[in-house]
């Protein structure tokens, strides 16, 4: 299987973002699986990259044209993609991937995230999606969700699209799980 990885270019300030990343691309490798990224050698998607490829993974990035120096491509990587645009980066990785984890990152990480998760709702896709929620990151985005419910915007079910753990290890068991026994509580809004 292959896991999506959607995360930032920069590598923010606390080592612990740094820390769950590399452990998040070891124990994708450890498991036998691949990663799908954005295919940058820069902030937390290099280091995601590096650490699957130095446990032993698969690591396919696909990139733009335009981002190809902003970005610094991967040089070290078992397949760079390059594509036309930002659209192509996306749809690409979507079809590669077979699990989708949102790592901490900036409005690119989000933007990918919002939408995949609008393909699942949509049923475009039947794949697990979560975050890997790092020191709390991504409380304020969950709760953003949570208030969506409340004020009638998202329904209770398509709400628990978005799975999120702390723990690296935790999310990716209970999203590879979700593949295997080929349960997606998603589809069953």
């Given at each position: ?8 270019s ?5 080592p612990?973002y ?12 450890r ?5 799908v ?40 990587l ?13 749809a ?13 990152g ?25 975050l ?20 009638g ?33 998603l589809?069953?809004?």
């Amino acid at each position: 299987m292959r896991v999506c990885v959607f995360c930032g270019s920069r590598e923010g300030d606390r080592p612990l973002y740094r820390d769950t990343a590399a452990e998040l691309g070891t124990l994708i490798a450890r498991a036998g699986h691949g990663v799908v990224y954005g295919g940058g050698n820069i902030g937390l998607m290099g280091i995601i990259a590096d650490a699957t490829l130095a446990a032993g993974g698969e690591v396919i990035g696909v990139i733009p044209r335009h981002l190809l120096d902003r970005e610094v491509a991967h040089g070290g990587l078992s397949t760079l993609h390059v594509v036309g645009s930002m659209h192509e980066r996306k749809a690409l990785m979507a079809e590669l991937a077979d699990v989708f984890i949102a790592a901490p990152g900036g409005f690119g990480t989000l933007d990918e995230l919002c939408e995949i998760l609008t393909w699942a709702q949509l049923g475009l896709h039947r794949k697990p999606c979560g975050l890997l929620n790092t020191a709390g990151y991504f409380d304020p985005l969950l709760a953003m969700f949570d208030h969506a419910v409340q004020e009638g915007f998202l329904s209770a079910a398509h709400r628990q699209l978005m799975p999120s753990e702390h723990d690296a290890r935790r999310l990716l068991d209970r999203l590879l799980s979700a593949v295997v026994s080929g349960e997606n509580s998603l589809h069953e809004a």
